[in-house]
């Protein structure tokens, strides 16, 4: 049974940083590309960032050169470093898992985490 277990939301003031994860079990981990997906309460749910099985990433404009996706294999584990954050990227933060990469980043994937709440005030 494929599990994805997201933890390390939080708050904090503007500025400060968080770093979710997400644990995965019941699949082999390195086959899968992973994501960070997040919903605002009222908006729709938004890709953040993914990590392909080939170890390459993307991220959405609204993060790049402050949040960073990584995994560790050997661990199974999924993490987002998010630095400078902002009142914006307030939300829901969800980890996802699929073979392919057009369905994980087009939000559709086979699987998905519970998510981890991450609330930024100023």
């Known amino acids: 049974q494929v599990q994805l277990v997201e933890s390390g939301g939080g708050s904090v003031q503007s500025g400060g940083s968080l770093r979710p994860s997400c644990a995965a079990s019941g699949y082999t981990y390195s086959s899968y590309c992973m994501g960070w997906f997040r919903q605002a309460p009222g908006k729709e749910r938004e890709g953040v960032a993914a990590?392909?099985?080939?170890?390459?990433?993307t991220y959405a404009d609204s993060v790049k050169g402050r949040f960073t996706i990584s995994q560790d294999n050997a661990k199974n584990i999924l993490y987002l470093q998010m630095n400078s954050l902002k009142r914006e990227d307030t939300g829901m933060y969800y980890c996802a898992a699929d073979v392919f990469v057009g369905r994980l980043w087009g939000g559709i994937a086979n699987y998905w985490g519970q998510g981890t709440q991450v609330t930024v005030s100023s």
């Open positions: 990590i392909y099985s080939d170890g390459s990433t």
